[in-house]
């Protein structure tokens, strides 16, 4: 089949991990680039194998028509502007989450995206990890019957240094349990096959930036939080998040109980230095945990942060594009997941159960 061409929005360090898997992947390339940073680029150009071509603007490259799919990688708070552009062009979108900061911008992105010919993918990276890939696959599957508690546990490093410091604050990253958390919402709904009905949380910012200052502005966002999640069909899920835990044998764990047994794997974290996970499962009423070894091939772990799962979401995303199949992670999952993160952030300033419904305006 003809090679899918890509055209890189956003340089920075997600986009550069886009490149690196791209490259690992015999049917596509990158062929263009953009990104207002001089740094970026040429950061990018460093770990390209073919040349490419380079613009300043989205706009730019988007008139240029020389790219088959568009990667956004660029600031959260940009997406909305950037694919108020994009939806014009009928190319394939790839956005890296969250879609939105705003559940506001999400739903107006989905008007103008009505009837859009093209695949449009929200990234949600975690999906494509193999242990947690394996995780659902045996969920799904009733090997511990039905799911009735799911617990999501991610302790890891503070949020990393981008240009300008746009992260620091939550008006630009629509807030931590948008920003990080949109991930683990994702998974629950899809692990859960179920809507959310309401969320409970609480959190602070209790140790991250607190002396940092930013042209007189002090940082914002979370840096640690529990997350209460109940759903329609009665599943239960919790997040545990912590991001100064940076020193931890794992930087995800996920568990899930049904009224057979109990399900769990983990991620491991970089401090472990370790490439495979143990997927284990215990049934009631025997003595034995049955133990899988997931291995993790090492080409495809160097090329990102995210445990593998940046390579396997673009095979996916392009066998959608090859086969004319629909996106496995659609723009509707993106909203949703913004759209519980955002209601985790309000339970917590309001200090009450906030339902979905509030917020998407059934």
């Avoid at 696959?137 to 890891?156: A, D, S």
């Avoid at 329609?232 to 930087?251: H, I």
């Avoid at 284990?280 to 799962?309: C, F, M, P, Q, W």
Wanted: aromatic share 6%.
């Amino acid at each position: 089949m003809k090679k899918i061409n890509y055209g890189i929005i956003g340089t920075g360090a997600m986009g550069r991990e886009h490149i690196r898997n791209i490259e690992l992947i015999d049917d596509a390339q990158v062929v263009a680039i953009c990104d207002g940073h001089e740094n970026s680029i040429n950061s990018s150009l460093e770990i390209l194998n073919n040349e490419v071509e380079v613009f300043e603007s989205h706009k730019e490259l988007a008139n240029a028509n020389i790219v088959d799919a568009y990667i956004i990688a660029t600031p959260n708070f940009t997406h909305i502007d950037i694919l108020k552009d994009l939806v014009k062009t009928n190319a394939h979108l790839l956005i890296e989450k969250p879609l939105c900061t705003t559940v506001e911008d999400c739903l107006n992105f989905k008007k103008l995206a009505d009837e859009y010919p093209g695949v449009i993918w929200t990234a949600m990276e975690y999906r494509y990890m193999p242990p947690v890939a394996r995780f659902i696959e045996e969920i799904h599957k009733g090997t511990v019957g039905n799911l009735k508690m799911l617990t999501i546990r991610e302790h890891r490093f503070p949020f990393l240094v981008k240009v300008n410091d746009w992260n620091r604050f939550s008006k630009n990253s629509g807030g931590t349990l948008v920003e990080k958390c949109c991930h683990h919402f994702d998974l629950m709904r899809l692990i859960t096959k179920s809507e959310v009905t309401s969320v409970f949380a609480s959190g602070a910012q209790d140790n991250n930036h607190l002396d940092e200052s930013y042209n007189g502005e002090k940082p914002d966002i979370l840096d640690n939080a529990f997350v209460m999640v109940n759903f329609e069909n009665g599943v239960r899920g919790m997040l545990d998040l912590c991001m100064f835990a940076e020193n931890s044998r794992v930087q995800e764990e996920i568990c899930g109980v049904g009224h057979k047994g109990k399900i769990e794997t983990s991620v491991p974290s970089n401090a472990s230095g370790k490439h495979s996970s143990d997927l284990s499962i215990g049934l009631r009423g025997s003595n034995e945990i049955l133990t899988e070894v997931i291995e993790v091939d090492k080409e495809i772990l160097k090329a990102g942060s995210h445990h593998g799962s940046t390579f396997y979401e673009h095979k996916h995303f392009i066998n959608a594009i090859q086969n004319n199949t629909p996106p496995e992670v659609s723009l509707d999952d993106g909203l949703k997941a913004v759209a519980i993160g955002q209601a985790a952030q309000l339970s917590i300033v309001e200090k009450r159960v906030v339902l979905l419904s509030e917020l998407l305006k059934l």
